[in-house]
């Protein structure tokens, strides 16, 4: 059974930083594509990042290209998300899904997600 858990969320002023992390359990990451997605209140649940089973290829938001980084640690079967110069627009519940595919045009999450963090962004 597939279990993924996020951490790392909290309460940042603008401009600040944060890094939320993915453990898996029941997946290694090196077999799967993995992504982050977030949820502000009233909105649909959003693309942020993904990358790919080997980690040689990313995909960002346009909203977050630039300011945050994904990456893996295959040895940790551990997914992070870097997240540089925070704004208020930035706040949500992120959630760490396994499985997701993308092309130029489409991003289709996979089935398995985790419990979520809650990241908020404010002064």
């Known amino acids: 059974q597939v279990q993924l858990v996020e951490s790392g969320g909290g309460l940042v002023q603008p401009g600040g930083s944060l890094r939320l992390s993915c453990a898996a359990s029941g997946r290694t990451f090196s077999n799967y594509n993995m992504g982050w997605f977030r949820q502000a209140p009233g909105k649909e649940r959003e693309f942020v990042a993904g990358?790919?089973?080997?980690?040689?290829?990313?995909n960002y938001a346009d909203s977050v290209r630039g300011r945050f980084t994904i990456s893996k640690d295959i040895a940790k079967n551990t997914m992070y998300l870097q997240m540089n110069s925070l704004k208020p627009e930035d706040t949500a519940v992120y959630y760490c899904?396994?499985?997701?595919?993308?092309?130029?045009?489409?991003?289709?999450?996979?089935?398995?997600w985790g419990q979520g963090t809650q990241v908020t962004v404010s002064s």
């Open positions: 990358i790919s089973r080997s980690g040689s290829n990313t």
């Open positions: 899904n396994s499985g997701p595919s993308w092309t130029p045009t489409t991003i289709v999450p996979g089935n398995h």
